[in-house]
């Protein structure tokens, strides 16, 4: 399994840093998608009409999510002389930054009623956070252990 892993990657060529991090982009997107235990705990709290509001709301963050990833590929298409590791890089970034600038028509934290509605929110939120954000992170910071090319 190693010996396949280090093929791929080709430890301590040029573009390692940018498989490194693709991939840390790629393991950030899968783990965003699976749900946590508290997003259970969050829907049993809520009444019927913020369940229909919060299924309302995860499918329009799902087509905007597609609509960025559409965008993005579109844009990246126009880099022809970029290996195919740049580009991913490049496409989720972007994708990235598209899904956060467009507007959004509603947010769950308006129609909820309660405090520990809020708090277990957060904790949705938070566990999103966590997981892209430290995916990308330790795919950077880990990059130059993983090439040896900075070295």
Not at 91 to 118: G, V
Request: hydrophobic share 45%; with cysteine.
């Amino acid at each position: 399994m190693y010996r396949k892993l280090t093929k791929i990657l080709n430890t301590g060529g040029k573009k390692c840093p940018f498989k490194i991090i693709g991939l840390g982009f790629i393991v950030a997107a899968v783990l965003c998608a699976y749900p946590s235990g508290h997003e259970n705990e969050f829907t049993k709290s809520l009444d019927s009409s913020q369940k229909l509001k919060w299924q309302m709301i995860q499918t329009e963050r799902f087509h905007i999510y597609l609509s960025s990833v559409f965008i993005s590929l579109i844009t990246i298409s126009f880099f022809r002389n970029l290996s195919y590791w740049i580009k991913l890089v490049f496409m989720m970034l972007l994708t990235a930054s598209i899904y956060l600038i467009i507007p959004k028509s509603a947010y769950m934290a308006d129609s909820l009623t309660s405090d520990d509605q809020r708090i277990l929110l957060r904790k949705i939120y938070r566990k999103q956070q966590v997981r892209y954000y430290g995916s990308v992170t330790f795919a950077i910071m880990s990059a130059p252990f993983i090439c040896r090319s900075y070295l």
